[in-house]
């Protein structure tokens, strides 16, 4: 029997994956710069959204989710720069965000994937160990 936190933990997991899936489809991000936008098309997208999904496949998409993340905050943040160039008056007290829209966004999307990563990871673990011990007792 699962413990009801271990359970709740899992379920909080799956939910963060499945709501930055819903945020990157709805900000029309890729997984590479010429393939289509997140939507029902992509596997990565499916393995997020489908209830009958594994939570192995749910960490296999949260991991690739993570890399297009990485690479559209990099061109995000490039191009703020050089929109700003040198010549940007500064936040004395530097308080505002120096970053767009869309890379706050990118930002937030990063840390809610990279927390679902880090608990389905651990599960996925557990049930490996698990499935070893199982398997070394027959």
């Not at 965000?97 to 966004?105: G, H, S, Y």
Request: aromatic residues 6%.
């Amino acid at each position: 029997m699962i413990d009801a936190t271990k359970a709740n933990d899992l379920e909080k997991a799956r939910d963060m994956t499945l709501r930055a899936t819903q945020w990157l489809n709805v900000n029309q991000l890729r997984v590479r710069p010429s393939g289509p936008p997140f939507s029902w098309r992509i596997t990565t997208y499916m393995a997020t959204v489908d209830p009958a999904a594994t939570d192995e496949e749910r960490l296999v998409a949260s991991r690739r989710m993570l890399k297009a993340l990485e690479v559209h905050a990099r061109q995000e943040r490039w191009e703020y720069d050089s929109a700003q160039g040198s010549y940007r008056d500064r936040d004395p007290l530097v308080r505002e965000w120096e970053t767009t829209e869309r890379d706050a966004v990118l930002e937030t999307l990063d840390k809610l994937l990279r927390a679902s990563t880090k608990s389905l990871e651990t599960e996925c673990r557990k049930k490996f160990i698990g499935k070893a011990v199982a398997v070394r007792h027959l």
